[in-house]
Nanobody, 125 residues
């Protein structure tokens, strides 16, 4: 059983930056691929970034490519999402998730095994 806890969300002005963290415990973090999802009210949860167990393979959705960077530190059992050039359309609850396949960088949300509780990101115009 893996527990995931996100942090780093908050209110930021358009054009600003934030870094989200996802601390993992209770399992072998390095054996999982990881993903960042986001969700707005009434919408489905959207995969925006994924990373393989080693950190050497990544995926980005078109909506965040070039602005967000996913990374991980397996020694610290922590996943990160560096977000820059934020705009109001990035406002959402952001979730981290773990997938038991080590190379699952872009899989449907239903396939992920563990989820964090989410952290709110609000971008003001």
């Amino acid at each position: 059983q893996v527990q995931l806890v996100e942090s780093g969300g908050g209110l930021v002005q358009a054009g600003g930056s934030l870094r989200l963290s996802c601390a993992a415990s209770g399992g072998t973090f390095s054996s999982y691929s990881m993903g960042w999802f986001r969700q707005t009210p009434g919408a489905e949860r959207e995969l925006i970034a994924g990373i393989a167990w080693s950190g050497l393979m990544t995926y980005y959705s078109d909506s965040v490519k070039g602005r967000f960077t996913i990374s991980r530190d397996n020694a610290k059992n922590t996943l990160y999402l560096q977000m820059s050039s934020l705009n109001p359309e990035d406002t959402a609850v952001y979730y981290c998730a773990a997938h038991r396949h080590p190379y699952a960088t872009s899989r449907p949300s239903s396939e992920y095994d563990y989820w964090g509780q989410g952290t709110q990101v609000t971008v003001s115009s």
